[in-house]
Nanobody
């Protein structure tokens, strides 16, 4: 029972920047991984970046050096700063959280998504 709400999507020209935000609410344990995924037209959803509750980050090769993920554990928010945007970054971006509910069990929750369109 976790709800995720994304914001910050929009239309931007190539080379521009956007900052996405996600606010989580509900039953969130201290052990969790939050992240951003994206789904472009005709493609499957793919990982963009993740960040653990301890602050460890992971990025897709395609966004390394351009995108930066951060979180605020006290507010249960996660942001994605996107710089140097390219047309191939166009996609619906989804906020995600994986919550460890038991030692061997993980629950996954998704936001509804926010559209990022990068024009050339």
């Amino acid at each position: 029972q976790v709800q995720l709400v994304e914001s910050g999507g929009g239309l931007v020209q190539a080379g521009g920047s956007l900052r996405l935000s996600c606010a989580a609410s509900g039953s969130i344990s201290s052990l969790n991984v939050m992240g951003w995924y994206r789904q472009a037209p005709g493609k499957q959803r793919e990982l963009v970046a993740t960040i653990t509750s301890g602050g460890s980050t992971n990025y897709a090769d395609s966004v390394k050096g351009r995108f930066f993920i951060s979180r605020d554990n006290t507010k249960n928010t996660v942001d994605l700063q996107m710089n140097g945007l390219k047309p191939e970054d166009t996609a619906v971006y989804y906020c995600n959280i994986n919550v460890i509910v038991r030692q061997y069990s993980v629950n996954t929750y998704w936001g509804k998504g926010t559209l990022v369109t990068v024009s050339s």
